[in-house]
């Protein structure tokens, strides 16, 4: 339907610069098309230009222009050209971004390539772990890996110095002398679809899976114009005096049916160009009078965000449950809550799941169970005393079984001339005694 709108609108645009733009005109129909990145008839919820200096504040949701990337798509990456020669870092980057874009991550993260050695090589050994540790770094030296794959961020905070007596600049510091770089996705392995949050609620089967914390997409910070130009000149003329306020960039553009008031027109722009664009336009008398200023929401990323909660498809017990998660998680022993007037038995038909520290994306979520790696005391008890019952795996535990998933799809994708390996020295600091 959407591209059936894009469509027409796009018929109605070329007619009318058919019947508009002369030969002199500095906008002819294939420059328009070849400039605008967008275009798209204006939803019945802008409301219509006025014809006053009042500017109308509204919001307005765009949606996003592109498909969706995520973990289970099936295409591989691996051009012929690469099934059995050298694969550059920047080239193996490229693949990681396209399984989990790191635009997925949370704002406060730190997320992407954190150690770039000075001289390039090709990427032979590539190793996953959740965490880099000393044991793990030993274990990457040994092997002459190339590219280190650390789930956790060992670089987290602002540094002003790399010593030896911090572990993790220390870390840092081998990496550089080894020439291994140092990749980390976190939590945009977290939020993508397919990641480690659906791998997480699998563990107790299939059902009607949503996510908590929904991701949002589309271009941050910006402006939608609406004004009404006279004639295709003056809209030549107010766009190129637009393109000048945004440092040279053709704003996207998209321009409905003319009517006896004029050529309606929508322009977006960068918060940074607003107000020099507003200025602009408020030296011509159309479109100062009929003027309107939309801010845009970035839209959600259907399947895309932090958590998720299941409404399973066959309900299992209590009991059932910490079997089946152990099982998925490859561990002996699990912490249990039992929710108020829960038992071993009680049914669980929805589950929450949240990996690694999860308390504040499961905060208030209505769920039989909630699975994650670690809560506070006092989370837990919030959640017993409203009948929800708490599986805690400590942190890692809930995410290092993922690794063995991501090798797969990573290794489809990559060369056979790269191997991709799990870390076998990376484990959780904490065990049962």
């Known amino acids: 339907m959407l591209t059936g709108c894009r469509n027409l609108s796009w018929t109605i645009f070329s007619f009318t610069c058919r019947r508009l733009c002369t030969g002199g005109s500095l906008i002819s129909p294939s420059a328009l098309r070849s400039s605008a990145s967008t275009v798209s008839s204006i939803p019945p919820s802008v409301p219509s230009p006025t014809h006053n200096h009042s500017f109308l504040r509204s919001r307005l949701t765009s949606v996003p222009l592109h498909p ?25 980057l490229q693949v990681l971004e396209q399984l989990a874009p790191l635009s997925l991550a949370e704002s406060w993260d730190n997320v992407g390539l954190l150690v770039e050695p000075s001289k390039s090589r090709p990427v032979k050994t590539v190793l996953l772990t959740n965490d880099l540790t000393d044991a793990v770094m030993e274990e990457a030296e040994t092997m002459s890996c190339d590219l280190i794959i650390s789930y956790h961020p060992p670089l987290f905070r602002p540094i002003k110095r790399l010593v030896q007596k911090d572990w993790k600049q220390r870390l840092a510091v081998r990496a550089v002398e080894a020439g291994i770089a140092v990749f980390s996705p976190h939590t945009s392995w977290d939020s993508v679809k397919g990641g480690v949050n659906d791998w997480l609620v699998g563990g107790l089967g299939s059902g009607q899976v949503s996510v908590l914390s929904q991701a949002l997409g589309g271009v941050s910070h910006a402006c939608k114009l609406e004004f009404m130009v006279r004639s295709a000149e003056e809209l030549n003329t107010v766009m190129e005096e637009l393109k000048a306020c945004d440092g040279g960039t053709t ?52 399947g895309h965000g932090q958590g998720r909660v299941s409404v399973l498809d066959q309900p299992v017990t209590v009991a059932t449950a910490i079997q089946k998660m152990k099982s998925h998680l490859g561990l002996s022993h699990l912490r249990l809550a039992l929710g108020l007037g829960q038992t071993l038995e009680s049914s669980v038909c929805t589950v929450a799941v949240c990996a690694g520290s999860g308390a504040s994306v499961l905060s208030g979520v209505k769920a039989d169970l909630y699975i994650t790696g670690e809560m ?22 809930s995410e290092r079984g993922f690794l063995a998933v991501f090798r797969e799809r990573l290794a489809v994708r990559l060369p056979d001339s790269v191997t991709v390996v799990v870390s076998r020295a990376d484990r959780d600091p904490l065990e049962v005694v």
């Open 376 to 397: 506070s005391h006092h989370e837990v008890l919030d959640a017993v005393e409203k009948g929800t019952s708490v599986l805690l795996s400590d942190h890692s535990n």
């Open 251 to 302: 704003p996207q553009l998209s321009v409905s049916r003319p009517d006896n008031s004029g050529i309606h027109v929508s322009v977006t722009c960068a918060d940074s160009a607003l107000t020099p664009s507003v200025q602009t336009l408020l030296r011509h008398t159309t479109p100062s009078q009929s003027l309107s200023i939309l801010k845009l929401e970035k839209p959600p990323l259907l």
């Open 68 to 92: 969706s990337v995520y973990f289970s798509s099936a295409r591989s990456l691996c051009h012929s050209t690469h099934c059995s020669g050298v694969m550059e870092l920047k080239e193996v």
